[in-house]
């Protein structure tokens, strides 16, 4: 299972755009990058899933690039309640398999 | 309404007091997981389940027990509970069609003293 790193903690104001890089060096071919995001004393809830290129939906968008060692999650517009830890993942399109979650990226939202 | 359940929400025990977290998915999802929360370590999973009685070990399954009898199904069991399984767990379900999004319950805070 490819390996994730994310920064550690970032900090934003509300309004602003906030880019999560991941690095994930050890993809393989048939990995996917999926992120979530952990409210406190909630299960991780899903954000957005990408293979290549950049996916869009109402959230967030997902940037990946051409050799896929990294992915950029963009949350536009931040408010408060995107105060969250968010957490990179990458895996295969496989049912079924032994999940890594690190120790995401804590943001921080301020007004 | 599409969802994990999972019980208790909270619960304190004993040291050496068997306990069952139970965790329930009602979407047919043919993969469960076990999850453990602590400060700082991000989530480990402990035990997953690609299917009924097919379960295998995550990063940290020691001291932990699960079971797949029923596909919505998938029970944590602590058989001599001890002070560092104190913890937030979270159990989660996905389909195994393509590469669905995993799902998680609310979470059960576990204090063992």
């Known amino acids: 299972l490819a390996k994730t790193t994310q920064p550690i903690s970032m900090d934003s104001y509300e309004g602003q755009e906030v880019n999560i890089t991941c690095s994930h060096n050890?993809?393989?071919?048939?990995?996917?990058i999926t992120w979530y995001q952990q409210f406190p004393s909630q299960g991780p809830r899903f954000i957005i899933q990408?293979?290549?290129t950049k996916v869009t939906n109402e959230v967030a968008s997902l940037f990946i690039p051409a050799d896929r060692k990294s992915s950029t999650l963009s949350l536009p517009r931040v408010s408060l309640s995107d105060t969250a830890v968010y957490y990179c993942?990458?895996?295969?399109?496989?049912?079924?398999?032994?999940?890594?979650f690190g120790a995401g990226t804590r943001l921080f939202v301020k007004a | 309404e599409a969802q994990v359940t999972q019980n208790p929400r909270y619960l304190i025990t004993v040291t050496g007091k068997k306990l069952t977290v139970t965790c329930s998915q009602n979407?047919?999802?043919?993969?469960m997981s076990w999850y453990r929360q602590d400060p700082g370590l991000g989530l480990r999973q402990i035990y997953y389940?690609?299917?009924?009685?097919?379960?295998d070990k995550g990063d940290v399954p020691e001291g932990y027990k699960v079971s797949r009898k029923e596909k919505r199904n998938f029970p944590l069991i602590l058989e001599s509970p001890s002070p560092n399984q104190t913890s937030l767990y979270f159990c989660?379900?996905?389909?195994?069609?393509?590469?669905?999004?995993?799902?998680f319950g609310n979470g059960t805070r576990l204090t063992v003293t």
């Open positions: 989660a379900s996905r389909d195994s069609l393509y590469n669905s999004p995993l799902h």
């Open positions: 050890n993809i393989a071919t048939n990995d996917y």
């Open positions: 990408g293979y290549k």
């Open positions: 993942l990458v895996g295969p399109n496989t049912g079924g398999f032994k999940t890594i």
């Open positions: 979407m047919n999802h043919e993969y």
């Open positions: 389940s690609m299917n009924v009685e097919v379960t």
